[in-house]
């Protein structure tokens, strides 16, 4: 074992830890040295959003310690950037192993640092989370949770008094504060337990009217109050809000997917308990297709990602992409706001750079702008504050089955977009119409466009590694062909530097720096390769476009798309 990695081992054996986390040291020291050597090779990265990684004991693993770490370190930069106010923060947690400990945990730390903390009495999802920062004037939030991913993994959103998450300088910042840490023993533990504070139903109850404020159309759900929606919470704490939501907006026919319903953070009925995977919607498309439902939805663990299942043009069950899912409500969004006579003419629509450019064309032909922002909601949440007084936030969204409707809080908010779609399904069904043919005659109308997603997991050291060196290749050696059209851009925001490959101009790149490229082909296609900023993993985005006449034409042309996309698939491959 390396000498430094042995020093932190001897740290923890030696310091004032509890007995069953030395007792769990000792064992990997004799069973599974290898695991140790992972488990203390690094200090657990606390991020721009916060932490996030496996749960177990050590300095790269999420456990106590390092959550009791960097709530001190959070606490003291709250202190200090509010220094001539009593400070305030809520904290919630998921359905995850360990959640509410962490949240305790949290609560308890901030406490003992005179912080005035509204803790939830139980789990409930992160949009409230976000509502609730807003709602009670807070400074500052945290949420324990690690959204999507398997069940292993946990970890700690922390957001700032916008109720968006940290972007600079307050992520940078924090992210000293917590660095600054170095020992258990540097953390207030206890002390200031009055200052904790349980919240419940009184904020659920006024979440729940601002979610019921949105809706657009409550006279087309009165005439489809019996939409038959299914809907899957995958053992999350969606179950908290969104049926109450859907019986708030007038939705009678809700049906449970009853496998799933109750919160538990084994996930037994799934791998990865997220929204984009075919197997964590599986048993919602039974019940679905059992009951000839009109719309399935689906959300993940702390209920800031929504899957959505429909028939498509056969009568087939599937499930959209989050593209497509983003180009229905962004239309509906600006369609029935004209239509009801509450579009305003500085209306604005946000979405992010990987996110399908379908939306910016729409935005473009009914005159509203579009702001593309980097990944991540708290960059859309930061741009809402830019724009306050000046622009009207409609409708933000992303690639990643997230969507945020109106300003009353800055995250992705899977419950009220459960409810939006559901409304969008009603509308379309009052027209005698379905969600999917309002998307090809979207598609007829503005481009056809078929976008893809590959993730590619590399864990540990050894994938930091590998996963550096794709993207040093693609910067160094960029493809100039990719299915045989022409690479005319490249987009390294990086370097914030978009380079045209034929006249060799370079302009700059108005975001801030972030570790992700784009290949824009001739015919508008675009390629975009980023490491995920909090999963082992490195995502290729890929977006190809063509145009129909028809409905009649998209079965064939939307199969050609994807044959496009699978030949550059293997162009890119090493």
């Known amino acids: 074992m390396e000498l430094d990695i042995q020093i932190k081992v001897d740290q923890w054996l030696n310091g004032n830890y509890d007995t069953a986390t030395k007792d769990a040291i000792r064992e990997l020291q004799a069973s599974n040295p290898s695991e140790l050597v992972d488990a203390f090779y690094k200090g657990l990265e606390f991020g721009t959003g916060g932490l996030r990684g496996i749960m177990g004991v050590g300095t790269n693993r999420i456990n106590q310690y390092t959550i009791g770490m960097a709530t001190q370190g959070f606490a003291n930069y709250l202190v200090k950037s509010f220094p001539d106010q009593q400070v305030r923060i809520a904290v919630a947690h998921d359905s995850r192993n360990n959640s509410r400990l962490f949240a305790e945990i949290t609560a308890n730390v901030m406490a003992a640092n005179g912080i005035q903390v509204f803790l939830f009495e139980a789990l409930r999802p992160t949009p409230e989370l976000s509502f609730t920062i807003r709602h009670l004037k807070c400074q500052g939030g945290v949420v324990c949770t690690a959204s999507h991913n398997p069940r292993e993994y946990n970890g700690y959103k922390a957001y700032f008094n916008d109720g968006g998450q940290l972007v600079p300088p307050h992520d940078k910042n924090v992210i000293i504060e917590v660095q600054k840490i170095q020992s258990v023993d540097e953390v207030k533990w206890t002390g200031g337990e009055s200052n904790i504070h349980l919240i419940g139903d009184e904020i659920d109850k006024e979440y729940i009217a601002m979610v019921k404020g949105l809706s657009v159309y409550p006279d087309v759900i009165a005439r489809q109050k019996d939409l038959k929606i299914v809907y899957t919470p995958i053992h999350g704490t969606g179950i908290t809000l969104v049926p109450d939501v859907l019986s708030q907006f007038g939705f009678t026919n809700v049906n449970l997917v009853e496998e799933q319903i109750v919160p538990d953070g084994n996930f037994p009925t799934v791998v990865y308990p997220n929204p984009e995977e075919s197997e964590a919607m599986s048993f919602g498309l039974n019940k679905a297709k059992e009951i000839d439902a009109d719309i399935l939805l689906g959300t993940d663990p702390d209920a800031d990602r929504v899957g959505i299942g429909v028939k498509d043009n056969h009568g087939n069950w599937i499930l959209l992409n989050g593209n497509q899912t983003a180009v229905l409500a962004f239309n509906y969004m600006i369609e029935a706001r004209k239509k009801k006579g509450i579009a305003q003419a500085n209306d604005m629509v946000v979405k992010t750079i990987v996110t399908t450019d379908m939306i910016d064309i729409i935005a473009s032909r009914n005159d509203i702008?579009?702001?593309?922002?980097?990944?991540?909601?708290?960059?859309?949440?930061?741009?809402?504050?830019?724009k306050e007084g000046s622009e009207n936030y409609v409708i933000g969204g992303e690639e990643s089955y997230g969507l945020m409707i109106g300003d009353q809080l800055r995250?992705?908010?899977?419950?009220?977009?459960?409810?939006?779609?559901?409304?969008?399904?009603?509308?379309?069904?009052?027209?005698?119409?379905?969600l999917f043919s309002k998307l090809v005659e979207l598609y007829v109308e503005y481009g056809l466009f078929r976008e893809h997603l590959i993730s590619i997991t590399k864990k540990g050291r050894d994938g930091q590694e590998q996963i550096a060196a794709m993207m040093d290749r693609f910067r160094n050696e960029p493809p100039q062909m990719l299915d045989g059209v022409e690479v005319v851009a490249i987009l390294d925001y990086e370097k914030q530097e978009a380079k045209d490959l034929k006249s060799g101009q370079i302009s700059t790149i108005d975001l801030p720096k972030s570790n992700v490229l784009q290949f824009v082909l001739v015919d508008g296609s675009k390629i975009s390769a980023r490491p995920s900023g909090t999963e082992p993993k490195i995502k290729f985005y890929f977006s190809v476009q063509g145009i129909i006449n028809n409905s009649e034409e998209f079965d064939s042309k939307y199969a050609e798309l994807g044959k496009r996309i699978d030949n550059i698939i293997i162009d890119l491959a090493p």
């Open 411 to 434: 995250d992705k908010d899977a419950v009220s977009a459960v409810a939006f779609l559901c409304e969008m399904a009603a509308y379309e069904k009052d027209a005698g119409k379905s």
């Open 369 to 386: 702008n579009c702001y593309n922002v980097l990944t991540g909601f708290k960059w859309i949440a930061e741009l809402i504050k830019a």
